[in-house]
């Protein structure tokens, strides 16, 4: 049996109704992992847009979701990014601390040592925004935990290929 | 050619594009939220309307429409029930492969989403049981959605579009475009094959020892000079070749290279040959399960060869040494024109003593039934409808049972369009309402509904369009009063625990044809066959033959579910192996 692996695809689409829809649709629809998926309008003028999903699969089923992304009509290109060689991943969370005294000044003392900022402030809370792998969001939502973490939000994976070729 | 500046209504630009995509006819049924197109049909007559007596029939007969004559069906419904009826249809077209376009009524704008009168999600709905849905909002894009509707049902891969019309877009006036004046901003699929593939095909054909042609509905769909290069490349390699359930027709069963239709209810030396080939040519197939049979022991020591027009279908199921992605046209074109330059050398030999190997299998004579005065056996009625319609211009529907599969293995197919089945989707009431649609296609030819008594009550109120339309079409119904394929199952499957599937309170037939003004008759013995199908033929009007046939006859070959190839049953007299069984009863 082939080996699960974890893959980033980017997907660029026609911004219309409905085409998330048929990405999800095509995911839920044949059995296939999402664990993170990203959208946003890159191109007003063209209407084009990028979608970025992480997904993990046999080789054959990540070749399987990719040539049924790429027959979607509303789809103009499908790049694994993680077979198509090096690219750099990011995501951005937002994460909520609530507390006072030593753990307070140790959650602002840990953000500091990952380089997150810090974007709201109350007497008995922080809201840290952090930018990284998604190991790294990981590793820092983790020590926040005895902290006083009450709450998380996150982007999901961007990417993009590295060097100086377009899509 | 209208006018690019054309000012119309909604309705009039659906009629005008209609028109310009050379549509003839539409299958539809009225509502309130299409009736401003009805109102524009009312006042044209390019276009010709046949009305339905339910929506599902209207995207069946749209789908014998197209798989008859090669065109894009077209579907005209209302919204909410309407769409929703039609959805069976459109999935049925999705799973094999039909260009359509089905046009919905959708409630107005500013109702969307309020749950108005007769409103549904339709695109929502229709999304996972179309190759592609629109929903027009505005005037300005309704041509334009029109155009790209034909565009994408017809290239590439075929399949069900649906273009989901508001009624205030129907109404709104709006400027025409025709449609030389669109093209698809993304959708181009790729038609041409690799020539490194081709090449590399071809030296993997001309190093085969044991090769098969396997083809499908692919090649059908990709036109009648794919079925004639088909035939060339058989006659040029002398490969034996079999054929799907979608594919028959492709190439002629009467030839001496052709082995069958191979799979499920496939003939013994197409499946043996594939579970022992070394090379194998697979074109325009996909690899279905019924097909296949177990994955595991699928062509165990083949090199496998895919031409198809869908990348998404290769390596799918099964792992490909040498894909090709185009059309299967262009890529028979080039493959047969490389072959002729080459000239490859073919190991005589090897091939004389495959070939005797395959008439080996074939004097097990797989189709053999036993042949009894006293009960009509279903296979007989078909061999004897096939004798008495084989040299008339005849097509042929079924619906989804036995029926279909006697059908299959007995009717003989020389020609490609001739044979239209609900494949993939295996929808039951599938046969009336698609040969109604082929004979609207074909008003001199012959059509004959090939159904069991079971499937034809779910569509028999399409009796009323045949007799409305003076459509000649012939049901000739194998009425062995069970859903017969659920009954050989639970005989094979379930300790002979027949649950629900005897069909108790069948109508009378030939009194149901009557009532419809139509022409009812009846065979209960062998001797009967020959006249009840000599009179069926005489009659130029719709005609139901209620053919009484063996209740307890099973469908045979068969490879069980969950085995392979090699492990099938060739009667009543063999059981499957109960391990292979015990898994198999899981899958479908």
């Known amino acids: 049996m082939d080996a699960v692996k974890r893959h980033t695809i980017a997907v660029l689409v026609d911004n219309e109704p409905g085409v998330l829809a048929r990405v999800i649709g095509l995911f839920s629809g044949r059995g296939y992992n999402i664990e993170s998926l990203t959208v946003a309008e890159i191109e007003a003028a063209q209407k084009l847009s990028r979608i970025t999903v992480v997904t993990s699969g046999t080789p054959m089923i990540i070749e399987q979701i990719k040539a049924q992304l790429a027959r979607l009509v509303p789809v103009h290109a499908v790049r694994d990014l993680t077979i198509e060689g090096p690219h750099v991943e990011r995501e951005l969370a937002l ?61 999901g994976v961007v990417a993009i290929s590295r060097g100086a070729a377009a899509f | 050619m209208a006018d690019t500046a054309a000012v119309m209504s909604g309705a009039e630009m659906v009629l005008q594009a209609l028109k310009d995509q050379g549509v003839e006819v539409i299958f539809g049924y009225p509502g309130g939220a299409v009736l401003p197109i009805y109102d524009a049909l009312f006042k044209q007559n390019a276009i010709r309307h046949i009305l339905v007596r339910h929506e599902q029939a209207a995207v069946h007969a749209a789908e014998g429409y197209a798989r008859s004559t090669g065109r894009v069906g077209c579907v005209l419904v209302t919204s909410g029930p309407g769409a929703t009826n039609a959805v069976t249809g459109l999935t049925d077209a999705l799973m094999d492969s039909i260009p359509l376009v089905c046009l919905t009524g959708q409630v107005p704008t500013h109702l969307i989403g309020n749950d108005a009168f007769q409103e549904a999600d339709t695109t929502g ?4 049981c179309t190759k592609h849905n629109y929903l027009v909002k505005s005037v300005d894009d309704l041509a334009r959605v029109m155009h790209e509707a034909f565009y994408v049902a017809s290239h590439g891969r075929p399949g069900p579009v649906v273009v989901d019309l508001p009624k205030d877009v129907q109404f709104a006036s709006g400027r025409y475009v025709p449609p030389h004046a669109i093209q698809h901003k993304s959708y181009r699929p790729q038609t041409v094959g690799d020539p490194a593939c081709i ?45 799907t359930l979608m594919g028959l027709g492709a190439f002629p069963a009467d030839q001496p290279q052709f082995l069958g239709m191979l799979g499920m209810h496939g003939t013994y030396e197409a499946n043996l040959a594939m579970h022992n080939c070394d090379v194998l040519l697979a074109i325009g197939a996909r690899f279905d399960d019924r097909v296949t049979g177990k994955l595991a022991a699928f062509c165990p ?20 040494d040498v894909p090709i992605v185009g059309d299967v046209t262009e890529i028979l074109k080039a493959l047969v024109a490389r072959w002729r330059q080459k000239k490859p050398k073919l190991d005589k030999d090897a091939h004389k003593q495959w070939w005797g190997q395959i008439d080996q299998w074939r004097r097990r004579d797989c189709l053999r039934y036993e042949r009894t005065e006293k009960i009509i056996k279903p296979q007989y009625a078909i061999e004897r409808l096939y004798a008495a319609t084989k040299d008339r211009d005849t097509y042929i529907t079924t619906e989804v049972g036995q029926h279909q599969m006697w059908a299959a293995q007995f009717y003989r197919f020389q020609e490609p369009r001739r044979w239209m089945t609900s494949g993939g989707l295996g929808t039951m009431g599938y046969g009336l309402p698609a040969a109604m649609g082929v004979q609207i296609a074909h008003p001199e030819s012959l059509v004959i509904d090939i159904a069991g008594e079971a499937s034809i009550l779910m569509n028999i109120q399409e009796m009323s369009t045949l007799v409305q339309y003076r459509l ?42 009557e009532a419809f003004h139509a022409v009812g008759l009846r065979a209960t013995k062998a001797s009967q066959v020959d006249d009840v199908i000599g009179e069926m033929l005489a009659v130029d ?35 499957a192996d109960p391990q292979s069984s015990e898994e198999g009863m899981v899958l479908v």
């Open chain 1, 95 to 155: 994460i909520k601390v609530s507390g006072t005294g030593d753990k307070r000044v140790e959650s602002l003392r840990i953000a500091d040592i990952f380089r997150a900022r810090v974007i709201d402030s109350t007497i008995e809370s922080f809201v840290f925004e952090m930018t990284g792998s998604p190991e790294k969001l990981n590793a820092f939502i983790n020590l926040m935990v005895p902290l006083g973490l009450v709450d998380v939000s996150r982007t």
């Open chain 2, 125 to 128: 709905i229709t999304r996972p």
């Open chain 2, 199 to 243: 090449e590399e095909a071809l030296a993997l054909l001309a190093s085969a020892k044991r090769p098969v042609i396997y083809g499908g509905g692919g090649i059908i769909n990709s036109g009648l000079e794919a079925t004639r290069l088909l035939r060339e490349l058989v006659q040029l390699s002398g490969f034996p070749c079999t054929l």
């Open chain 2, 301 to 320: 020591g083949a090199k496998k060869i895919h031409i198809d027009i869908d990348p998404s279908s290769i390596n799918k199921n099964v792992r490909i």
């Open chain 2, 472 to 513: 000649p079409v012939k049901l000739f119904i194998l009425n062995n009063q069970y859903m017969g394929m659920v009954r050989q199952w639970q005989e094979l499957m379930h300790g002979g625990r027949y649950s629900e599937s005897y069909s108790e309170a069948l109508p009378d037939f030939v009194k149901l044809a």
């Open chain 2, 541 to 575: 009007r719709p005609v139901i033959v209620d053919v009484c046939v063996d209740p307890t006859e099973n469908c045979f070959p068969m490879i069980p579910s969950g085995a392979g190839h090699h492990e099938m049953l060739l009667g009543p007299e063999d059981r």
